[in-house]
């Protein structure tokens, strides 16, 4: 499994929808649905905010 398919299963896992997750990360919806998808290449500084979101539904 992908980094990006990591990222979706634990943002669902948490029960976190895309919109609430981009509304916790300053990232938009559009761009965390590229990430991931894979379509975008992941970098650190886009991994770094978005597990305690993730953690804390």
């Known amino acids: 499994m992908d980094?990006?398919?990591r990222l979706?299963?634990?943002?669902?896992?948490?029960g976190v929808s895309l919109a609430a997750l981009a509304t916790r990360t300053h990232y938009s919806k559009p761009l965390l649905g590229l990430l991931e998808t894979g379509k975008?290449?992941?970098?650190?500084d886009h991994v770094s905010p978005i597990p305690a979101p993730c953690a804390f539904p």
Do not use: F, V, W
């Not at 975008?40 to 650190?44: E, K, L, Q």
């Open 3 to 5: 980094l990006g398919a």
């Open 8 to 14: 979706r299963r634990a943002r669902t896992d948490a």
């Open 40 to 44: 975008r290449t992941i970098s650190p």
